[in-house]
């Protein structure tokens, strides 16, 4: 009995290999716990910009020029992230412009 104990190779190895699991997989969840913490942390999108109303502004006009492609879409978002019910703006309100 004792002979065989002494030719079993796996006995050691496996406890080895499971260590060695182990801190893979903890190398691997920290790598992916910092990626995520350093990707949102990120301000890829840039500063806030705000927009001051002028006389003559309008919605449509504000789109066009801060945006490039469809108006409409534009001015959803603005509505959107400035709480607008509706497309009445007054001159020297201030407005979000979202990226």
Known sequence: ??????LDTNACSCVRYEHMFG??????????????????????????????VKPHDTLWSIAAENYGGDPRQAIWK??????????????GERLHLPG
Not at 78 to 91: D, E, R, S
């Open 1 to 6: 009995m004792s002979a065989s104990r002494s």
């Open 23 to 52: 801190k893979v997989l903890l190398i691997a969840v920290s790598a992916l716990v910092i990626w995520g913490v350093v990707a949102h942390a990120s301000s890829g999108a840039g500063p806030e910009r705000m927009y001051v």
């Open 78 to 91: 603005l509505q959107q992230a400035n709480h607008l019910a509706g497309a009445t703006i007054v001159p």
